[in-house]
């Protein structure tokens, strides 16, 4: 390339300047997920007997698993309640800590203060939280005379024990992106509503939802990752259980990996996830990159 | 502030709206001030709560010397850095070739670079619990921060604001006769300072955070971080002292909940910025 060659800037600089990050993101990430793809069709190594080639057992293994059905399942229910649940608190906080409102310092702090925070550590406090006949939530239903629950050690409660503790570390995180967005929109379009006498509905309806949809939808695409990734809770608060009430998929995967190390499952269990994850991605390049205008 | 009066009162939040707002601000601290209030007061004054209970920083005492949390602390801080650092190099070189070079398989190799944001090293945990026991590194801090050297956020963000920057200024240091490397030392670096430090903070406060693979990959008290350390700690060492548990709660959170508290602003811009593509 004779332009390159004249600014110095040449394709073998590029592939060296990219050498090192492409040796770790191979050796980390692509190597790995196609890995993952081959050892689903093998058993896992016991001792003396080397892995094989067994086809779909895995996926067979999976299928028949009770556990990995619960997981499933409780993972499209955790999905289903932590992503419009934060969105919309996520949405209501940036709304409110927009505008000249009383204390806007301190809401917004408090709003934030969970997302900074180690899961492990906050976890640890909603355990003490919940905890029964003790914790600060009995006592507080206690004074309603409600009789005493245990939150987590409650096959009915659990997953929505756990769910609440997710929507209140998340909706603060994606509150910052609202808030961002809120802030560039044209205040004319303020003054020309005020104008023409249009409520604060009308006003959030017709003119701030539809420019902040750009921004929904980023904030979707990473609450439904978020759904996917998050276990640091689970691992605190009630390990999957009781009877697996409250386990979700990337929970079971630890547990198939690595409390029995049986590599071969947890392999067809990976796919699972990583199928999740392309297909986020694939609906969110082909279906809404192509709706919504970015800048 | 002169602005119209139809603006200062239009859609200004009202009398509902500031109580509702409260009362959100106030649950969403509770149980953090919980544990701000057990962790600070006597067993006994745990869950009751009264206004003259004495203060003591026995707790923290008591949870200090029951687990290695200095070792911990320094795990974490040796950790981060060493992510961060390595980040900051790998993301820059290949953010910058991307930027500024033309060369064939540009295209493949950026989409390549963009899987990551969807398959994260926190998936993957099988293979690379292998590809650490093949190389021999499990239970380094080594091991829990390879996969994440090359972040493809970073390459993302950072080749974003490369291609912002005016080429003259590119082209003024080469006729001056700066190489490619010196150039982006010189010109690019500095100017995307605000970047790097966005990355930076959301880097550091993600890594201090991290919990899964660290569990995973370390088990012994030499490599573990503050997160895998605290939850041994309270899950094994104390059956039910809350009193301690909190006070190592808040110890290990502490360090980043003070700088967000110091530089808020930072924080949420940094946070904002780097959501923002």
Known sequence: MSNGRATGHTAIHAYLLLL?????LLAFTHVPAVATLVDSFFSTPKGSRPSVWVGLENYQVMVADPVFWKALKNNLWFALATIPLSIGLALVMALWVNERIAGRGFLRMAYFTPTVLPMVAVANIWLFFYTPGYGLLEQITGWFGLPSQNWLGDQRTALGAVTVVAVWKEAGFFMIFYLAALQSLNPSLREAAAIEGASRWYFFRRVQWPLLMPTTLFVMVNAVI??????????VLTRGGPDNASTLLLFHLYEVGFRYWDSGYAAALTMVLLAVLATTALVQFFVLDRKVHYK | MSAPATRLIYNEPGRIDTVAAWLLALLWILPLAYAVWTAFHPTEFS??????????????????????????????????TMILACQ????????????????AGKKLLFSLVLVQLMVMPDILLVENYKTMARLGLVDTLLAIGLPYFASAFAIFLLRQTFMGIPKELDEAARVEGASALQILWRVYVPLARPVYTAFALVSVSF????????????????????????????????????????????????????AFLLFQRQFVQSFMRAGIK
């Open chain 1, 20 to 24: 090192p990050a492409f040796v770790l």
């Open chain 1, 226 to 235: 978020n759904a996917v990734r998050m276990v640091d809770h689970i691992v």
């Open chain 2, 47 to 80: 869950t009751r709560f009264v206004l003259l209970a004495p203060l003591t920083l026995d707790n923290f005492a008591r949870a200090w010397a029951a687990a290695p949390f200095a070792r911990y602390f320094v795990n974490t801080a040796l950790l981060v």
């Open chain 2, 88 to 103: 900051l190099v790998l993301s820059t070189l290949a953010a910058y070739a991307f930027a500024r070079f033309e060369f």
């Open chain 2, 207 to 258: 890594h201090w955070n991290n919990f899964l693979w660290p569990l995973i990959i370390t088990n012994s008290v030499s490599a573990r971080p503050l997160t895998v350390g605290l939850q041994v700690f309270s899950s094994t060492d104390q059956g039910i002292d809350w009193s301690v548990i909190t006070a190592a709660t808040l110890m290990s959170s502490a360090p980043l909940l003070i």
